[in-house]
């Protein structure tokens, strides 16, 4: 007897049980308007293909795994015998519920080896996969060729490549980290894919607006660009061009925010205040300018969604923070805090993503002072800002360019208050 008062074995036994009704409740439903005798398996069969899984479990410290092997094998072969015949008459070759069955007959054996919780999850997980098939095929019907390569690409990166990379630091400075680089290279990708994603869920009446919005996870460089071009194309919509153009900057200070939480957090105490303000007070700005321009018909799916983040952009990426893992503390080396400050600027016209991820590297390694990492990222931070105003400005006309400096003049001035204050009373 067991703590549950049950002969020995019993649980095992319930449990495979559980597993057979668990799937078999699922096929049973999807199958229900077949007739009698027309259904490869429902659910009693499900239920004691799990119970005999649960059996053979048991004999297995007697007899060893041959009994569970002969099962397998003459499972397979009936269930092989059964699609044939069925793919004969109603032309269907889908194998699915053939498979659902022997995977029944294997966590039956497995909960009778005491895996009872195991067993149960992944006979959950099995009949959720077979109940989500309308929503599944729907998802490969949706995703284009460049969001599976990217999607595939980052698994790479992540599950391949990532793990068999040394963590330690190489070359000049030390400053190359095979593992840290490449994991600030999938974290930037992944955050990019999301961006992209999350515009094509919403779909193509999502408004300028929302493109700003989702665009800034993905880029909000490209993002402003877009919408700029937008607003060239169509003067009458520039306000919510423009509404969009601020709201990927909001959106950007956020990703700031989860770089740094992830890479250097105690940077978050002191900066971590400000982009998070700079933020709230873009996304205000930009909603104010968008109801303003409430009026006017918006979103008529001609803003493309941003394009994801490739294995060629990954690679790109990978080598600009190669790069500035070397300059960064060389800079600070010949030139003192000047050239970094000076190095962090030129950089941020281009990128912020790089050298706030260089910045904060060198911050958590003990070779820069936090105040001195604070006035670096501003200024990266200010030139980016800086290029997107240009962009928007020159892209997009006076119309667009002029509410987006505004905003950004707004923006900019209450995270520096919200710093200033921080720094005070610290």
Not at 194 to 219: C, K, N
Request: some cysteine; overall charge positive; aromatic content about 6%.
């Amino acid at each position: 007897m067991n703590g549950y008062g049950l002969p020995t074995g019993a649980q095992g036994l319930i449990a495979a049980l559980a597993v057979g009704l668990v799937i078999g409740l699922e096929r049973g439903w999807h199958d229900r308007e077949l007739p009698e005798g027309g259904r490869v398996a429902g659910l009693r069969t499900f239920a004691l293909t799990g119970l005999f899984g649960g059996v053979l479990g048991h004999l297995q410290p007697d007899f060893g795994a041959w009994p569970l092997l002969g099962a397998l094998l003459g499972l397979s072969l009936l269930l092989t015998v059964s699609y044939a015949r069925q793919a004969k008459l109603s032309g269907n070759l889908s194998a699915t519920t053939h498979v659902a069955m022997l995977l029944t007959l294997a966590l039956g054996a497995f909960a009778a080896h005491g895996n009872i919780t195991l067993s149960l999850s992944a006979a959950v997980i099995c009949a959720v996969l077979l109940d989500l098939k309308p929503t599944l095929h729907g998802w490969l019907q949706v995703i284009d060729h460049r969001e599976l390569t990217a999607s595939l690409q980052l698994l790479v990166l992540s599950m391949v490549i990532l793990p068999y990379l040394p963590n330690t630091g190489l070359g000049p400075y030390s400053a190359l980290n095979p593992y840290q680089l490449w994991w600030a290279v999938i974290l930037i990708a992944g955050l990019s894919l999301l961006g992209h994603f999350a515009m094509r869920i919403t779909g193509a009446q999502r408004g300028v607006l929302w493109t700003g919005v989702l665009g800034g996870l993905a880029s909000s460089t490209a993002a402003t660009l877009a919408l700029a071009r937008y607003a060239r194309q169509q003067p009458s919509l520039a306000g919510a061009a423009a509404a969009g153009s601020l709201a990927a900057c909001g959106v950007m200070f956020f990703r700031m925010v989860v770089l740094l939480a992830v890479i250097q957090p105690t940077l978050l105490t002191t900066f971590g205040s400000s982009l998070v303000v700079t933020g709230v007070v873009l996304l205000g700005v930009a909603l104010l300018r968008w109801r303003k321009s409430a009026k006017t018909s918006v979103g008529e799916g001609v803003v493309g969604s941003m394009a994801p983040f490739d294995l060629g952009t990954a690679l790109g990426f990978g080598s600009l923070l190669a790069v500035m893992s070397i300059l960064v503390p060389a800079a600070k080396q010949w030139m003192d805090a000047s050239g970094l400050y000076v190095l962090s600027a030129v950089t941020g016209l281009l990128d912020v993503d790089a050298i706030l991820i260089s910045l904060a590297r060198l911050h958590g390694a003990g070779g820069l002072s936090t105040a001195a990492t604070t006035i670096a990222l501003g200024l990266a931070t200010l030139a980016n800002m800086v290029t997107k105003a240009c962009i928007a400005w020159t892209t997009g006309g006076a119309q667009v360019g002029k509410h987006v400096f505004l905003g950004y003049l707004i923006a900019m001035a209450s995270g520096a208050l919200v710093l200033a204050m921080v720094v005070t009373w610290s």
